[in-house]
């Protein structure tokens, strides 16, 4: 079946630094791409829509400065979340929706310290 | 705005009985989808069963049914013969069938234990 990648599945860093996050659709193409953000114990909340040649779609009340999305090929999304602060720390997870139903990335966890 | 509310944040269910976790949601829009995805510790998100709303007929998928009241807006699910690996959070979640491409919007989740 089809098949989102995440990279990387985990990662640390330091506050004040920027993390980029991959999303790959593996075996089909995804003009769109959604972003969601999980706080512990809480549901998926989207954060974005990546759109491939164009500019991402932001849900209201996230700084799309703090989270850029280039949607730069039919099978590549990236997150990067700029000047990173302990309460950006999350679970990332996109999706990509060749059809219903969507298919979800495996995560990224984030630690910002 | 569409919406999806789960009552039950936490449920628990002995090992080999049946559960029923609930679900309603308010759309004006007559054609859309719903799912109900598993999350278990690992955090993948797993599509457990889906239902189109033009669909009368309630969908089945082995130990697991709905239970698709569309006038009532409402969609539960029902977990047959609770297994140890059904423990895990539940979301109930809507898409809307007007393009390929529609957001998926979820449920605040329900916790379900499988006491052995």
């Known amino acids: 079946g089809a098949v989102v990648s995440q990279h990387p599945s985990w990662v640390i860093c330091k506050s004040g630094t920027s993390v980029k996050i991959e999303c790959r659709s593996l075996?089909?193409?995804?003009?769109?791409m959604f972003w969601y953000r999980q706080f512990p114990k809480q549901s998926l909340m989207l954060m974005a829509t990546?759109?491939?040649?164009?500019?991402?779609?932001?849900e209201q009340g996230v700084e799309k400065d703090k989270f850029l999305i280039n949607h730069a090929s039919l099978t590549l999304s990236t997150l990067t979340v700029t000047s990173a602060h302990p309460e950006d720390s999350s679970f990332y997870i996109c999706?990509?929706?060749?059809?219903?139903?969507?298919?979800f990335g495996p995560g990224t966890r984030l630690l910002v310290l | 705005a569409q919406t999806v509310t789960q009552s039950q944040p936490e449920m628990s269910v002995q090992e080999a009985e049946t559960v029923t976790l609930s679900c309603t949601y308010d759309?004006?829009?007559?054609?859309?989808?719903l799912f109900w995805y598993k999350q278990p510790p690992s955090r993948q998100m797993i599509l457990v069963i889906r239902?189109?709303?033009?669909?009368?007929q309630n969908a089945t998928e082995n130990r697991f049914s709905v239970n698709f009241q569309k006038a009532a807006k409402s969609f539960s699910l029902k977990i047959s013969d609770s297994q140890l690996g059904d423990a895990a959070m539940y979301f109930c979640?809507?898409?809307?069938?007007?393009?390929?491409?529609?957001?998926?919007?979820f449920g605040p989740g329900t916790s379900l234990s499988v006491i052995p």
């Open positions: 999706s990509a929706p060749p059809r219903a139903p969507q298919y």
């Open positions: 075996d089909f193409q995804a003009t769109t």
């Open positions: 990546s759109n491939e040649g164009s500019k991402a779609t932001y």
């Open positions: 759309t004006s829009e007559s054609d859309y989808y």
């Open positions: 239902q189109e709303a033009y669909k009368q």
């Open positions: 979640a809507y898409r809307s069938a007007r393009t390929s491409y529609d957001k998926v919007i």
